[in-house]
């Protein structure tokens, strides 16, 4: 797709891909925390021809995988850390992959991948939208890449709670544990949504005085995943640092506490810096900036004010720059074509791997098309989201449009990506000396999969605009 640029460069181009196609291949981290006595459930990604068998060595006791499907199921045993080796095999051969099963107090130790229904439905989704996507997680194989969270964002809830008070669902949900055992009985995990507030911003119910007894609720249906999103709370409070931790750190201990392993994902854009407490607070991620839209102007806003921010992420822990906004979106308003260019596209998807952020796609997954499908299922891009060093790319420099941002990865190798913010395609040398000391020697352009030896310890590529190459480096 893009050009390499550079007299210096030996390409040996990879003709392995008929055979990747066919043979297994096992994707995601090598890494899983979990806290022990809860359920416990962890689809194994791997690709290949079907029927793939899967099978675990080493997996501790109350844990059982099912040979056919790769779900790894059961009570999550005592706190230890389990080395385990995954087996993915079909009629061309295997894969294996040493997979840490972390037992403790962490979880989602590398950044949650999955969907989420507003960027797409707003407040119109139903129960069939979120099982249609659950269906087409597996049916289309993204589920083989990663992809794992069926989130329904705000507009399940109804406008009254119960007698009893507890939270109740509106006409569009009509049975939320029906809906959790149904995306649960794929492999595939769920997560909800609320407001500390009285209202969400929907305007449906929110948690206020009824925090722990909501958590009670999302037990009983299974929740794996709350997104807890600001909204009106902020009209009874002013915005001072102490009150806005403090609706976070009231539903924090209900999480902890409960007998599930809820990723507990804070929405309130970034106020009081949130990056410096998140953490603190409990959350699993924290969104860092306001609502992101399909623009170029959006997508570039949230991206820059990233920029300082990859001392505050690590595992278990994550920066949250919004969701994906890729394929077909639309929140409150018919479905549309989202409005990003394809370049523009693949810098979305590809910084916000990058940035270890968490990967929730906000499309209509049953109109994916084949562009987006190729760019949520490269695997080396997805790799680098799900490394478990756990390091969010740092911004390196800007120079004319050009931006530099690199990552550590838990190989040893380093992963750049070189993006043009300007609006006419650009040609430039990177300095690798920039990125670290010690020379590099080899490179993969993890998009083209080229893989180059490396002269001068500088790459020179031609870049379109608003356009991004990503390489792994190495010494
Ligand atoms: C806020 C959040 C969005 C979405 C809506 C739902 O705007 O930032 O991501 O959850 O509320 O009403």
């Known amino acids: 797709m893009h050009k390499i640029f550079s007299a210096f460069w030996l390409t040996i181009s990879i003709s392995a891909f008929a055979q990747e196609t066919t043979t297994p291949k096992i994707h995601g981290a090598d890494v899983y925390g979990a806290k022990p006595n809860r359920p416990f459930l962890y689809k194994i990604p791997a690709t290949g021809a079907k029927p793939v068998e899967y099978t675990v060595l080493g997996l501790p006791q109350g844990l059982t995988v099912d040979k056919n499907t790769g779900v790894i199921s059961g009570v999550t045993p005592a706190k230890n850390n389990y080395t385990t080796r995954l087996i993915a095999k079909n009629n061309f051969g295997a894969d294996t992959l040493t997979f840490d099963i972390k037992v403790g107090d962490e979880i989602s130790l590398t950044p949650a991948m999955g969907w989420n229904s507003w960027n797409v439905f707003g407040l119109r989704v139903t129960d069939k939208d979120i099982r249609n996507a659950a269906d087409v997680m597996v049916s289309t194989g993204l589920i083989d890449h990663g992809w794992g969270y069926i989130n329904i964002d705000d507009g399940w809830e109804s406008e009254e709670r119960k007698p009893d008070g507890e939270i109740a669902t509106n006409s569009k949900f009509p049975d939320l544990t029906a809906l959790s055992d149904y995306i649960h009985s794929k492999g595939l995990k769920f997560g909800i949504y609320s407001s500390p507030g009285s209202r969400t911003c929907g305007g449906f119910l929110g948690s206020l005085n009824h925090e722990e007894q909501d958590i009670k609720t999302y037990e009983k249906w299974g929740v794996d995943y709350l997104k807890y999103d600001l909204c009106s709370y902020t009209v009874r409070t002013f915005l001072v640092k102490k009150n806005l931790q403090k609706p976070y750190i009231f539903m924090n201990q209900f999480i902890q506490n409960s007998n599930r392993d809820i990723v507990y994902s804070l929405c309130q854009y970034g106020l009081g810096k949130v990056w410096k407490w998140g953490k603190a607070v409990g959350g699993n991620s924290w969104r860092t900036t306001g609502d992101i839209v399909d623009t170029w102007a959006s997508v ?176």
């Open 300 to 475: 570039n806003r949230l991206l820059n004010k990233q920029k300082r921010l990859s001392t505050f992420a690590s595992p278990g822990h994550w920066n949250d720059p919004d969701m994906l906004v890729l394929g077909i979106v639309g929140w409150n308003n018919d479905s549309r074509k989202c409005r990003l260019t394809e370049a523009e596209q693949q810098l979305h998807f590809g910084m916000w791997s990058m940035l270890a952020s968490p990967l929730l796609l906000g499309c209509d997954l049953t109109k994916i098309d084949s562009f987006t499908m190729s760019l949520i299922t490269n695997d080396d891009i997805i790799a680098l989201n799900q490394d478990r060093l756990g390091k969010q790319a740092a911004f390196i420099y800007e120079k004319d449009g050009i931006q530099v941002w690199s990552k550590p990865l838990s190989d040893g190798t380093t992963a750049i990506a070189i993006i043009n913010l300007s609006a006419k395609e650009k040609t430039t040398t990177v300095k690798l000396d920039k990125i670290s000391s010690g020379t590099f020697t080899t490179s993969k352009n993890l998009w083209s999969k080229q893989i180059a030896y490396l002269k001068d310890n500088s790459i020179t590529a031609t870049i379109p605009t608003h356009g991004i190459l990503q390489f792994k480096l190495a010494k």
